[in-house]
């Protein structure tokens, strides 16, 4: 069963795509032309450039924490929401729904957005943040039948880069990270998974497919966007 929780939570076709966004941020990167960017997150371009491979790699590996009864209905599917095709992962003899937790989802961005607070004491404007754009994509997300959550990869990385500039201009960018990443945890995955055993899913994946690519381009997008509001990179606490 451990096999078969590993696998893409997008289509070939769209993954590349991912990857080409990340070969074109090193591109740009090396010419110096988004660094700004990444220093105002408070990390540097190799740094930045790790963190994103990191998040493409993980994103095929799920770590599963139990199993939620229910019999599975579907797999070895690519399903259509909002434009984008996510992969059903094929199974045979499955216990029912397989909760798990995406590497490259969420264990990178929790552990990226833990260590923003504290470098930089965050506290009350993240958990602001966090709560304000869970409640928007909780608000949007949509339980499929088959997949489990999933939410439009665009609607919040405006919204939270909005936020987090009216929350902080120094902080705007350590802020779009964390409120992006971990609110869209929050709001599509951890708020939803009374709604999971019910979906026939085979494996519902906390930062997975349905909730990846949106946390992936919330990621980049909205620290861009905030990164270009922010006047100055933001002085660590410590």
């Not at 893409?8 to 090396?30: D, H, M, N, R």
């Not at 491979?53 to 994103?59: N, T």
């Not at 490259?104 to 602001?128: D, E």
Request: glycine fraction near 10%; charge should be positive.
């Amino acid at each position: 069963m451990n096999s078969q929780v590993h696998y893409l939570p997008l289509t070939p076709a769209l993954f590349s795509i991912l990857v080409f966004l990340f070969i074109g941020l090193i591109i740009l990167i090396q010419l110096r032309i988004l660094r700004y960017a990444y220093m105002k997150l408070g990390v540097g371009p190799g740094a930045a450039m790790a963190l994103l491979f990191g998040s493409l790699i993980g994103s095929y590996f799920n770590i599963p924490i139990t199993v939620l009864p229910g019999a599975v209905r579907s797999s070895g599917q690519v399903i259509d929401f909002f434009g984008m095709q996510y992969v059903v992962p094929l199974v045979q003899q499955w216990p029912g729904t397989v909760l798990a937790v995406n590497v490259g989802g969420a264990v990178i961005p929790t552990l990226m957005s833990t260590y923003l607070v504290l470098r930089y004491q965050l506290w009350t404007r993240a958990v602001i943040a966090v709560i304000a754009i869970a409640f928007i994509i909780h608000s949007m997300a949509t339980p499929v039948h088959g997949l489990g959550i999933a939410v439009p990869v665009f609607a919040p990385v405006v919204a939270t880069a909005i936020l987090a500039f009216l929350l902080s201009r120094e902080y705007a960018a350590p802020l779009a990270y964390i409120g992006g990443s971990m609110g869209t945890l929050i709001g599509a995955d951890l708020s939803n998974l009374d709604k999971i055993s019910g979906l026939g899913a085979p494996v519902a994946s906390i930062g997975g497919a349905g909730t990846f690519d949106g946390i992936f381009l919330t990621g980049i997008l909205a620290v861009l966007l905030a990164g270009i509001a922010s006047p100055s990179q933001p002085r660590p606490a410590w």
